[in-house]
């Protein structure tokens, strides 16, 4: 007994000489990893995140808006094509950077990324494929103090594509969103030596544009007529 006791006052007096017992380091939050990243399943769906104590991979890819530091990893899989909305708050003094890769086996490729502003929020946007995997990452800036944040994902309607579906006679109706619906499309037949007029009317200011015939691409196509508030 007299040996045991002693052998605890002699570890005490080591404890007390080196400082007492080293204190605990926090663990890395479990997303660390690109291996490891967290599901979101299904959208639209918010998560809570943390940088605190968040590390780089050795072979982790730069991202191309901000030099960043550590990083946690959520992975998406939507159910149809689309365009997938991340919005990102950083909470406290963070400042952070998202980004958002398309899987490819073994390969990322990125798809687009922003940096928060002066209130800490930062929104991207990518067009996303059904059944095709994106990993979506928060990062702090390589300057910046750790803290948590929250990211909502959600899937929005892709951007309307021609030829579009046939016009009724009767017109068209539907229903625009800056974020989640931008844009529809229709097509029409139109017979050579005929005048048509077309009227859109919105409750808001919605433009009109008229493309010809073939056009594979509204964003790389010119209309031949436009009207930039209804009418």
Known sequence: MRTRSGLGT????????????????????????????????PLPATVDGTTVEAT???????SQCATDGGSVWYRVTPGRDGRLIADLTANGDLDAVIDVYRVRRSQITPQTCAVTDEDGKASVEASVAEGQTYLVRVSRLANSVEDTFRLSLQLAQPNATPPGPSLPSSGANGTLDRVLNPSDAWSV????GV??????YSGACTPLLLYRPGTRSFENSSPVRSNGCGG
């Not at 037949?189 to 050579?192: A, E, G, N, S």
């Open 10 to 41: 002699i570890a005490a007096i080591l404890a007390a000489a080196m400082g007492g017992p080293a204190a605990a380091q926090a663990a890395p939050p479990p997303n660390d990893n690109r291996a490891d990243a967290q599901v979101v399943s």
């Open 56 to 62: 780089r991979e050795g072979d982790e890819p730069a």
């Open 189 to 192: 037949v139109l017979r050579p």
């Open 195 to 200: 005048t048509y007029r077309f009227n859109l």
